[in-house]
Every structure is written in structure tokens, then in C-alpha cells.
């Protein structure tokens, strides 16, 4: 369970977005989990919150489908981390899923917003 | 699929980096190190339950519960060694007896024979008032191939002795002559070389020979050059025209090294000597061909009176000849394996059973505790395959040593005439029946102690001391299992009984002559150098004179066939001066000499024997011949004729001496004196000693291969080795000893079973025996008390066994010989063997019972 959050502008993540975050996160360059989940919550000016064992388990699953591929390496504080970084396989899918999610926000915003 | 690419380990130490991370950042935020490592961990969440759902997402969930169940079998195996080493050898000495006479089973029946549709192909005789199964001459073959209109074709084979001239001068080997399209008709092609073309049994074209693939190896290793060389087969030169496939067998000319041609010379309707076999026109059945080659018969019947007189078609298909004789054993053997694993595993099952009781704790426990019906069912399952694939493994390793085993039992020459045993082994047709029972074995295994769970309670378990419920599932079902252990172990020992009992009867059958200190050997001399009437009788002068001299003999003589071999060499005869009523008269005929009725012991009813030289045409018949044709007379002075212009005086009737095989009924037969037609130069000498006559037999060849070194000494016995391993003999021995050894087995283990039982019952019952005891029951009474449970048991056993043993004895019928299915002696032998082993099996716990001391027995829980 996550643990509650003081903040209540935070939205928990929609299923399947998480997947498409990460994607997205290491376009910059490969990352290691921590990493990862600072970025998104950065990024998403602190509403999106990620709940770190479920970020472990989707960093699993994507591997396993080898949109990812992961590798132990030290990080700029000089600690030992399994950095992911994105397969020509996992970019493929960022396009697609972008598209995806981009025909999807359009089509919620006409609704919502006429 | 059941691989994992990355350890929990792994997983694990990526959170615990994450962690430091975090604390790392949230430290260069302003936090202290202790509340930066806090917030880290809070902000994280359930880190533990992220290691899990990783921990079930990665590994299959169900194969883990598998592995840990059959840990925990293991375990358990282990606590319980003497348990699960009983289990396992009484499981794998019931699955090898089966696989391994299955196996023999495979090879004789299941496997098709070695040609093109095997089932299509039959065998055909001549049936003569002597039986059914005789041979056809080979004008008549002729006229059955013109006239039959149900036949792709039809071919005839004998099998043929030849003698082989080699350096060391003529050598006997075992051959078989056959007509042209024989191997086309079997659909069977030689590997090297050609088959015999269409025509190449006219006289005038060169004499040819296959070889089997095994004389190819063994004579001429495996030379590929041998094609076009000749060999030398009595007497006439043969050309080596091919090899036939290693695979190819065919038995009832076997064993045979050289497959000739035979040469269409014969024009005599009355010289029998030939076996047909006929490939059926696709659509004709089998029905249809049977009745139209009767048809062809019988109207060659009316052609010829004179030789085809009674000479009826009899056709057979091909795979019952091959196999005929040995399925009664076969199936009898396989069906004793069968009772046997039967008993072993019910053995095995309520062994199992009294293990679950004594676990009930433990399953009642896991059930509170949590486990699922599915989970504990499965950990049952787990054990159950688990002693089951050791009790397998083991099982087919004896399996196969009991196979070896087997096949050395089965005598050399046996052993040739069963050709389909070449293909012997675990075999996939095996291995697929042993893994059934396997299956069926571990279903039994899984579900007994299951179905005792299934009706418990959990509650009830955890409470040990609620035991009504249980003993009565107990008594429902162990005590049902020991009744039909004692049923299956009743039946076999009824069919051991019975088999020993028949093959007693056949050793000591009236062969009338007395089979002890005889040695026998085989003569066959050169044609060319015996060419003569005279040379031949001196060569069999000699024999006996030379025979004679050796220390120890008593007496000699000549005959030109064995008793107990087959009843072949048969003729037809008249008796001069009396009507001949259409009744054809055939009787077996042996030449002998003066001295071969001394040699056998033979018994006189009238008249004398031979003289050393008869002068006039005499003749010594056999009591079944003087029976049959001239019954209430005095045949001595009577005439009989084999042909018309030579009547033969009848100067004596002996006994009838076995001809046929053991089992045969027995015959008339005629013996006339050798040598006044001494045209044979092959024939068999027989010298009584007064030593030992196995060491006899040496000497015995030693002495005729100095008087000429040219000739071929085979096939030396003694009598009582002739008797001991003919096919009749082995074929009643081996369903003998093997079923007795399955009764034997089954009976330890019914046995075993009674006395578990009872047993257990006895330790469940420690308390109520105590109670009873303090209540002043006597010791006698206690002893009552078990042993009327016990006896109860038995007796049903005994009488279920009954019954089922005359059902299974009656099927039995075809190999019994001189004994009833119901033999009296027999099934009241066995019942009370099996009543008192089993009294005394039980007399052990009602002991125990017995001597128990009331106050302990009440304190007991």
C-alpha cells in the first residue's frame, strides 16, 4: 500500500500510464529506479504519485517483454544501481504508446471541455 | 517457462539501493541521515510486499508447491524406511513379473510377424483321419494352385535337413526347401543378391539357395562375395544366390541356414512331405477360402481315389501356426503377473492406509493451520507418484533381468522355433504397458489414503482420541482388501497346483519304454560312398557292432525315428483278405533293429521279437494298432500290407511306445526289421549302459567318427533328455514353474497382508482388549476374540477364491493334462495350505493380544 501522502493534489497513476512514463523517462538516457521515480514525480510538477514497489514490478515486466534492458552500475554518488535504459524494441512502443495516448487526451478533452 | 532470469536476491538488492538513494537525496535536501533513511523507507512503501508479489510473479507458484510437497514426501520416506522400503520392493517385484511376461507376450502376439500384411497370409495342410495337420504332396499342391479361385498366390516349404560336405567331411545343418514364389508370397525380399525367379524349380535348370542372415554372419562372416559361390548339400552342388534380411523369420521351417529351391521332380500323389502357405485375393475372407480349398480337395478326392482318399484341405492362419502353441502359456503366465501385481499393490495400498491413519494428526493439523483440501490431496498425490516411480524404476530394471533370465530357460532348440523372441526387450510397447500400470499403481496409491481423508473430519482428527469413525472405515476397507488378497492368492495357487500336478503327470506318462541309461546320436552318411544295399547295411552292422563293444553297454539298436518327437513317417496299409470298407488305415512306420526293443525295455504282449535275421517279411505291431483293427482277435499270424504285393506277417504286439509328444494320444504304429530294407544311410543308433549316460555320449560319438570320418554324428541325447526338453515338456514345465512361483510370492504376500491387518487391528484395539481383561475376560477368550476376526477373513477369502479358482482352472483346461479343473485334491490342498499359513500369521497378534497386561493396556492412548 502507499503510504498516504500529505499532498491531496496528487493523482494515483492510471492504469497503463506507468509504463508509458517510464518509457518516456528514459528516452534522456538510462536511469535506475530511484531515478526514474524522482523524474516522473518532478516532471509531473509532484501530482503524479508512483508507488515504488509497483515501479519495481512494471521495470520487471517491461523487461521481461525486452522493451528494457537492465544492468548493475554505479551512480553519480558512487552507489551500486541497476540502471535501465530503452531497447530499439521499447522505443517502438514509446512512439506508438505516445500516439496512443495522444489521440485518447484529445478525444477526453473534447468531451470534457464542450 | 519454468526458468527465472533474476534471483530474488537481485531483486532485493535493487530496493535496498533504491533506499540509499533515496536517503542520499533526501540527506543533500536537509534531512538528517536517521530521518532521511525514515522517509525513504515510508515513502517506498510495503517494500516486503513488493518482494513478494516479485517472489510469485517470477517463479511458478505451483511447481514450488510441488517441489516442497515432494521434499516433504521425501522426508517422510525417510522417517519411515522400513515403510517405504516394503512399499517399494513389493511394488517393483509385482511390476517386473508383469512387464517381463508382458514383454514375452509383445514379442509372440502383439508384434506383427516380419512380412507384407501378415494377416492376409495362411497355412495350409492335409487332413488325414490322424489329424488335421499334415502335409500335402506335391502333385496335389499343383492341382490346389490351378483349381483354388481365392489365392493371390500359393507356395509350399519343408523343412529340411541337409547334410553339408565341408573338409572335414559332411556336416548335418538345418535347412528348408521351398518353391519359387515362397518369399514373394511372404512379401519378403533377400538383401543381397536375388530371390528365386518364377520357373527356377524346373528340373533342368541349375539348383540355387538363399541363406538366412544369421548362417551368412556365422558360416561365411558376413562376406558380401558370397553371391554365385557353391556349397554342397547332399550330395548336389547349390549356387548361393542371395541373403535374406536379418529380421526375417519364419518357424515352422525353422531353424533352417539354407532356404533351396525345390525342384518340381516329385510326381508321387501318395509322398507327402510339404506345407502350404497362401496369400489370400484382397476381399476373399478367410471363410471363403477355407471352403473353396476343401472344394479342390475333395474333388481331387474323386480323381484320385486311389491316393487322395481321405485327404481333406485344413487351412490355418498363418500368425495362430507361429504362435499357437505358446499363447495358452502366454496368456496364463501374463494373467498369474497379472494376480500378482494385483496383490501387491492392494499390499501396498493398505500399508499406505495404515500410514494415514497414523497421520491423521498431522493432515488435521496442516488442515486448521490453513492448507487447502487441493494442497493436501496433492501432498497425497506426491507420495503416491513418488513411490511409485522408484517402485517403477526399480521394477523395470528387474524387469529386464528377469527377462534374461527367462529366455536362458528356454532350451536352444526351443528357442530357434521361436524366432519372435529374437525381438525381445523393453521395447516401447512395453515401456507404454509399464507406464500405464505405473499410472493406474500411483491413481490407487494417491486415492486410498485420500478417500480415508476425504470422509474425515478435521475436528475430529485433532481429537486423537475419537476413534469409531476410523475403525470402521478401516475395517470397510483394509479388511475388505485382505479377503481379496487371500481370493488372488487362493487362485493362483489353485492354477500352480494344478499346472504342477499336469506336468507330473506328463513326466511319468507311459512312454513305454523305460527312458533311463539310454544315449541316442544321430548318423548320416555320405550318399555317394553308401551307394549300395549292402554298403548300408555293413555301415549299420558295424555301428552296432563297434556300439557293442563299448564298456558299459548293454545293449544296441537302430531305429530310423525317435520316440517322443512328432508322429510324421506315417503310411497307409491293408489288411489282405478283408473288405476295406472305405476305412483309410494310416499308422506311423519305424525300421528297427533286432536289438532296439531290448534297448528301450519295451513290453511283449504275444508273439517275439525280432531275430537278428528274419528271413521271411515279419512285422511287430503296437497294441493300439492290434486294438483298432483287430479287435478281440489274436494278431499274431495275421498279415498286414503297405503295398498290395508284399503282406507282411504280424510276429509280435508290444506295448505302445510314445511316438508323438506326451501329450499325444497314442497311435498305432508298425516296426519291420531294418535290415530288410536297408536303404536308408541316415538313421539313429540307441545303446542301453549301465553307466552314467551322459558321460556315454562322448564315447559314444568318439567311436562312430573313427569307423568313418565322413559321416555326420548329430544331435546326441539321452533318452531322459529328449523327454526333459521336449516342446510338450517345456511348455508344461515353464507355465509350471512360473506360475508357482507367482503363487508363492502371492502367497507371502497375502499372508503378510492378513497378519498386518490383524495386527493393527490388535494395537487399535489395546484398550477395549484392556477393558475387557479387567473385566475378567480369560486370556482364551482374547485369543477367540482375534482369531474369530481373522478366521472370518480367511474363510471368506477362501471360499471367494474358491469359486473364482474353478472359473480360472476351467480356462486353464487346454494346458492341464491328466487332471480335472476341479481336481478335489488339488483345491482342498490349497485351501487348507492357505488356512493354516494363515492361522498361523495370525496367531502372532491374537499372542500378543493375549499376554497383554490389563492395567497397561487401559492406559494406553
Known amino acids: 500500500m502507499p503510504t498516504q501522502n500529505e499532498s491531496e493534489d496528487r493523482i494515483a497513476l492510471l492504469q497503463g500510464t506507468l509504463d508509458l512514463l517510464i518509457l518516456k523517462t528514459l528516452v534522456m538516457g538510462p536511469c535506475h529506479g530511484q531515478g526514474i521515480a524522482r523524474s516522473i514525480q518532478r516532471q509531473s510538477e509532484q501530482v503524479f504519485f508512483v508507488d515504488h514497489g509497483s515501479l519495481y514490478l512494471a521495470l520487471q ?23 535501465y535504459s530503452l531497447t530499439a524494441k521499447g522505443r517502438e512502443q514509446l512512439v506508438q504508446k505516445a500516439s496512443e495516448w495522444q489521440r485518447l487526451s484529445r478525444a477526453m478533452e473534447l468531451i470534457l471541455g464542450s | 517457462m519454468f526458468k527465472r532470469r533474476r534471483s530474488t536476491q537481485d531483486f532485493d538488492d535493487e530496493i535496498k539501493a533504491h533506499l540509499a538513494l533515496e536517503a542520499d537525496e533526501l540527506r543533500r535536501e536537509g534531512l538528517t541521515e536517521e530521518e532521511a533513511y525514515r522517509r525513504a523507507r515510508a515513502s517506498f512503501g510495503n517494500a516486503q510486499a513488493a518482494r513478494e508479489r516479485f517472489y510469485l510473479k ?88 490351378r483349381q483354388n479361385t481365392v489365392f493371390r498366390s500359393l507356395d509350399v516349404f519343408e523343412p529340411f535337413g541337409f547334410m553339408m560336405k565341408t573338409s572335414d567331411g559332411l556336416r548335418q545343418t538345418d535347412g528348408a526347401r521351398v518353391s519359387s514364389g515362397f518369399f514373394r508370397t511372404l512379401g519378403v525380399k533377400p538383401v543381397l543378391g536375388r530371390d528365386f525367379y518364377d520357373g527356377e524349380d524346373k528340373p533342368e ?120 502353441d505358446i499363447r495358452p502359456v502366454l496368456v496364463v503366465m501374463l494373467s498369474g503377473a497379472g494376480l500378482l501385481l494385483l496383490i501387491a499393490a492392494i499390499n501396498v495400498a493398505s500399508l499406505l492406509l495404515v500410514r494415514a491413519e497414523s497421520r491423521r494428526r498431522e493432515v488435521a493439523v496442516r488442515g486448521a493451520l490453513g492448507a487447502s483440501q487441493r494442497r493436501l490431496a496433492l501432498q497425497f498425490i506426491t507420495e503416491g507418484v513418488l513411490l511409485t516411480t522408484i517402485g517403477s524404476v526399480l521394477g523395470l530394471a528387474m524387469a529386464q533381468q528377469g527377462m534374461h533370465m527367462l529366455t536362458l530357460l528356454i532350451p536352444k532348440d526351443m528357442l530357434a522355433a521361436m524366432p519372435f523372441l529374437r525381438g525381445l526387450g523393453l521395447n516401447g510397447h512395453v515401456l507404454l504397458f509399464a507406464g500405464a500400470l505405473a499410472i493406474a499403481a500411483a491413481a490407487l496409491f494417491a486415492l486410498t489414503p485420500m478417500a480415508l481423508f476425504r470422509v474425515m473430519d478435521i475436528r475430529e482428527g485433532l481429537t486423537e482420541g475419537s476413534r469409531s469413525s476410523s475403525s470402521t472405515l478401516w475395517r ?51 550318399s555317394e560312398k553308401y551307394n549300395k544295399d549292402e554298403l548300408r547295411a555293413a555301415l549299420a552292422h558295424e555301428v552296432e557292432r563297434r556300439v557293442q563293444a563299448l564298456p558299459g553297454v548293454q545293449a544296441v539298436g537302430i531305429t530310423t525315428k525317435l520316440p517322443i518327437e512328432d508322429a510324421d513317417w506315417t503310411s497307409s496299409f491293408t489288411i489282405p483278405g478283408r473288405p476295406d470298407n472305405d476305412v483309410h488305415k494310416e499308422v506311423a512306420v519305424r525300421y528297427v533293429t533286432s536289438g532296439y526293443m531290448n534297448t528301450l525295455k519295451t513290453r511283449l504282449i504275444s508273439g517275439r521279437y525280432f531275430a537278428a535275421e528274419e528271413p521271411a517279411k515279419v512285422v511287430i505291431v503296437n497294441q493300439t494298432l492290434a486294438k483298432q483293427y483287430f479287435p478281440g482277435e489274436d494278431v499274431i499270424g495275421k498279415r498286414i500290407a503297405f503295398d498290395s504285393k508284399n503282406p507282411l506277417l504280424i510276429i509280435g504286439a508290444i506295448n505302445d511306445i510314445q511316438e508323438g509328444q506326451l501329450d499325444a494320444k497314442p497311435r498305432g504304429a508298425a516296426y519291420m526289421p531294418f535290415y530288410q530294407s536297408p536303404y536308408f544311410n541316415g538313421f539313429v543308433v540307441l545303446a542301453r549302459t549301465s553307466q552314467d549316460e551322459s558321460s556315454m555320449l562322448s564315447s559314444l560319438t568318439a567311436t562312430l567318427h573313427d569307423l568313418d570320418k565322413g559321416m555326420a554324428l548329430y544331435n546326441p541325447m539321452t533318452m531322459e533328455q529328449k523327454i526333459h526338453d521336449a516342446p510338450s515338456t517345456y511348455l508344461h514345465r515353464s507355465s509350471a514353474w512360473l506360475v508357482a512361483g507367482f503363487a508363492l510370492m502371492a502367497l507371502a504376500l497375502g499372508v503378510v497382508g492378513l497378519y498386518g491387518v490383524i495386527a493393527y487391528s490388535v494395537s487399535r484395539r489395546t484398550r477395549e482388549i484392556g477393558v475387557r481383561m479387567a473385566l475378567g475376560a480369560q486370556r482364551r477368550a482374547v485369543y477367540g476374540l482375534v482369531l474369530r476376526q481373522a478366521g472370518w477373513l480367511t474363510l471368506c477369502g477362501l471360499v471367494i477364491g474358491l469359486v473364482c479358482s474353478i472359473g480360472a482352472a476351467v480356462s486353464l483346461q487346454k494346458l492341464l493334462y491328466g487332471v480335472q479343473a476341479w481336481d478335489a485334491i488339488t483345491l482342498a490342498g490349497v485351501a487348507v495350505l492357505l488356512g493354516a499359513v494363515s492361522m498361523v500369521a495370525s496367531c502372532l497378534p491374537a499372542h500378543r493380544a493375549a499376554s497383554l497386561n490389563p492395567t497397561d493396556a487401559l492406559r494406553t492412548e
Open chain 2, 205 to 324: 535348370t541349375p539348383r540355387t539357395t538363399l541363406l538366412s542372415y544369421a548362417a551368412w554372419q556365422r558360416r561365411y562372416g558376413s562376406d558380401p562375395k558370397i553371391i554365385g559361390q557353391p556349397v554342397v548339400l547332399d550330395g548336389d552342388t547349390y549356387t548361393i544366390v542371395g541373403v535374406l534380411p536379418r529380421e526375417f523369420s519364419f518357424s515352422p521351417a525353422e531353424p533352417a541356414d539354407f532356404w533351396s529351391i525345390l525342384k518340381a521332380t516329385s510326381t508321387c500323389r501318395g509322398c507327402h512331405g510339404l506345407y502350404g502357405v497362401a496369400r489370400l485375393k484382397d476381399g476373399v475372407t478367410f471363410g471363403a477360402a477355407f471352403a473353396n480349398i476343401k472344394a479342390v480337395a475333395e474333388n481331387l478326392e474323386k480323381m484320385y481315389p486311389d491316393s487322395n482318399r481321405d485327404q481333406k484341405a485344413y487351412m490355418l492362419p498363418l500368425a495362430e501356426v507361429i504362435t499357437g
Open chain 1, 61 to 83: 515486466r517491461l523487461e521481461d517483454k525486452k522493451w528494457l534492458s537492465a544492468k548493475w552500475g554505479v551512480s553519480e554518488n558512487n552507489r551500486k544501481a541497476r540502471f
Open chain 2, 58 to 145: 517470477g517463479r511458478m507458484e505451483w511447481l514450488d508447491n510441488r517441489i516442497q510437497d515432494l521434499r516433504f514426501a521425501l522426508r517422510q520416506l525417510r522417517k519411515d524406511l522400513g515403510f517405504a522400503l516394503t512399499a517399494v520392493l513389493i511394488l517393483a517385484l509385482g511390476l517386473s513379473s508383469s512387464v517381463a511376461i508382458f514383454a514375452f507376450v509383445d514379442a509372440a502376439l502383439v508384434k506383427p510377424l516380419p512380412y507384407q500384411e501378415p494377416n492376409r497370409l495362411v497355412m495350409l495342410f492335409e487332413s488325414i483321419p490322424l489329424g488335421p495337420r499334415f502335409h500335402l504332396s506335391y502333385p496335389d499342391y499343383l492341382d490346389w494352385k
Open chain 2, 476 to 526: 470397510r476397507f483394509g479388511a475388505n482388501m485382505v479377503v481379496v488378497e487371500l481370493a488372488t492368492a487362493m487362485v493362483l495357487l489353485v492354477g500352480a497346483g494344478l499346472l504342477g500336478k499336469s506336468f507330473y503327470k506328463l513326466l511319468h506318462t507311459d512312454t513305454g519304454l523305460q527312458s533311463d541309461h539310454i544315449a541316442t546320436v544321430h548318423i548320416q552318411a555320405e
